[in-house]
């Protein structure tokens, strides 16, 4: 009789625990239909996201089925990631007005609440997530060393490693290869030239008894690391939506520990190079971000970790975003022989004499190719805006919802891009589409349908660098080689699955046939 007691207050409990856990994931499902605002059920657990939680496909495909089925009536719906409500934004010219007229309403970037002040500091300088004032200050410190004068005036050094790149192809025993890690070595080769003023040597050949990873640069090797680590704290915010709380109790790192290191002590070896260079009366300033940030240092009392975790934005900016730039533009030429062969034509009438940063900065269809790349894999694809100032906003049937601070607010850039009514055959690679004589690019930003890059105040400030790097990248090695997909390389433009930087699905392997 006992043990029947004992059998049921356990099933007692365990249903009472059931009941409460239930109750806690359910407690805000209510949430946009009490406000009036429409949106697909949310389920227990995964909320608007049951593919993308199991990992059946990427976030952004979820919220692009949403985007298509509510665009038509809706400018915005009501979305929750497993317990959480975010307003779900499907309208564009909304969208535009949130991220510029409406900017002091939403201010702030949602992952400024994904890093921990107690676990680590560099990533708290980034423009990116720093918020309020802050943000306003690290961006204004930052911005002078990405001008287009100081970017021009590196133009020599992005042709030099674009050379290195050729180089490198040649001399490679098979024409097949890895196009993203190459893309890699050319931007941390450079990359490592504009912030430190250093020789990366990124381009070493690996020997038949090492690993390929053995060849690269420790500037190389530690970008890699902190993309790794990001990605997985992006999984691990991902997998605790339901329980933020554990957040707290177990805070993560976007950057390791090592990579915070590395950049700390790179930065004082570099700042000590020059200090000696200058006692000996060799010093001559080159104009790179290091010089930038030691003007800035005394001005702005800026302290160690947050000179080095500006040298850490810039590195992912102009390392990875370009690289993803780069990797995807030579992925679509190579898929399309035409596109491929007017380019490069394009390139090849260049006078030799004329061959300058801004010739090829003014050479339309190279612009209309990266842009149309953007278009396809932006790298800003999903904007996280958190309301920072109380503010309403009506729907397309003139209801209204008001949001208050704290509140998430997504866009969709990725369902712009690839919506329609908006390009027509979006899936398909077509330059032309941004040519001057159709409106170029300012039409589509006008309709607020094209912002890879962001928009407003918070627009990416490493836009013109990582186009810049592109530019040459792909001007250098299309005049240099024809460039073809492998026979195992996919057709279509299914993106990868866990990529919070935007990625075709699988490697992409191109072959490079020399032409000269």
């Known amino acids: 009789m006992l043990s029947f007691t004992v059998i049921g207050v356990f099933c007692l409990f365990v249903s009472v625990i059931f009941t409460l856990v239930t109750l806690y994931l359910r407690w805000h499902f209510d949430y946009w239909r009490k406000r009036g605002v429409h949106g697909p059920q949310p389920n227990l657990l995964t909320g608007t996201f049951p593919k993308s939680s199991a990992g059946q496909c990427n976030l952004l495909e979820e919220l692009h089925e949403i985007y298509l089925r509510y665009k038509a009536t809706q400018k915005y719906v009501g979305i929750f990631t497993a317990r959480t409500p975010k307003l779900f934004i499907c309208d564009p010219q909304l969208a535009l007005q949130i991220l510029t007229q409406h900017f002091k309403h939403f201010r702030d970037n949602e992952s400024s609440q994904w890093t921990n002040a107690h676990v680590e500091q560099m990533r708290l300088s980034s423009p990116f997530v720093s918020i309020g004032e802050e943000w306003k200050a690290r961006r204004s410190e930052l911005v002078p060393a990405l001008t287009l004068n100081k970017i021009r005036s590196f133009y020599s050094v992005m042709r030099d490693s674009a050379q290195k790149t050729i180089d490198f192809l040649a001399a490679a025993s098979t024409q097949t290869q890895d196009v993203k890690e190459v893309a890699n070595r050319y931007t941390a080769q450079f990359m490592s030239n504009f912030i430190w003023g250093i020789e990366a040597n990124a381009f070493a050949v690996p020997s038949k008894t090492t690993a390929p990873s053995a060849s690269l640069s420790p500037v190389h090797c530690m970008a890699r690391d902190i993309i790794s680590q990001s990605l997985q704290c992006v999984r691990y915010y991902g997998r605790t939506a339901a329980w933020p709380w554990l957040r707290k109790l177990h805070p993560v790192r976007f950057f390791p520990i090592a990579a915070d ?210 530019k040459v990248a792909v001007s250098e090695l299309v005049r240099s080689f024809q460039v073809t997909p492998a026979s195992n390389m996919r057709t279509d433009n299914k993106i990868a699955a866990d990529s919070f930087l935007l990625t075709l699905d699988g490697t992409i392997e191109l072959e490079f046939k020399r032409l000269n």
């Open 261 to 470: 290191r590395f950049f700390q002590q790179l930065l004082v070896d570099a700042v000590k190079a020059r200090s000696k260079q200058a006692t000996e009366g060799g010093g001559v300033r080159r104009g790179d971000v290091i010089d930038h940030l030691q003007q800035l240092r005394d001005k702005k009392s800026l302290n160690g970790i947050q000179i080095a975790g500006h040298t850490t934005t810039i590195l992912i900016d102009g390392y990875e975003t370009a690289a993803i730039l780069i990797a995807h533009c030579l992925l679509l030429l190579a898929r399309n022989a035409r596109v491929q062969q007017k380019l490069r034509e394009e390139l090849l009438s260049i006078d030799g004499a004329d061959d300058s940063f801004d010739v090829l900065n003014e050479l339309p269809y190279l612009e209309q190719c990266l842009q149309e790349t953007l278009r396809l894999f932006p790298p800003l694809s999903t904007l996280f805006k958190l309301c920072t100032k109380t503010i309403t906003l009506q729907n397309a049937d003139k209801s209204i919802v008001t949001l208050h601070p704290g509140d998430a607010v997504y866009i969709s850039t990725y369902s712009f891009h690839r919506d329609a009514d908006y390009f027509e055959n979006p899936e398909t690679f077509w330059p032309e589409r941004f040519a001057e004589e159709l409106g170029g690019v300012r039409k589509y930003r006008e309709m607020g349908v094209f912002m890879p890059f962001g928009d407003g105040p918070r627009m990416c400030p490493g836009m013109k660098l990582g186009l810049a790097e592109a």
